[in-house]
C-alpha cells in the first residue's frame, strides 16, 4: 500500500539503509505534510521539513 507521494519501495529502501547505517538517517524529499512525515519517522532516524519552512517564511506565514 502507498502511503505517501514518493516511490513504492523508498520506504523499504531506507528501513535497509537505517539498519546498515552507522550514523543517523535523516529524510527530506520535499516534506511538507504531515502524512509523509508520520511515514517517515517509522523509517528514518529524522526528518527535515525545510521546504515546508522555506515556503512559509517567503510566503509570510511564519515570521
Same mark, same amino acid.
Given at each position: 500500500?502507498?502511503?505517501? =507521494? ?27 505534510? =504531515? ?29
Amino acid at each position: 500500500m502507498k502511503e505517501n =507521494q514518493y516511490r513504492d519501495d523508498l520506504n523499504e529502501y531506507l528501513q535497509r539503509l537505517r539498519a546498515l547505517s552507522p550514523v543517523p538517517v535523516i529524510t527530506g524529499f520535499d516534506v511538507s505534510i =504531515q502524512e509523509d512525515i508520520l511515514c517517515f519517522n517509522r523509517v528514518s532516524d529524522a526528518v527535515i521539513m525545510d521546504s515546508k519552512i522555506i515556503k512559509g517564511l517567503h510566503e509570510g506565514a511564519i515570521e
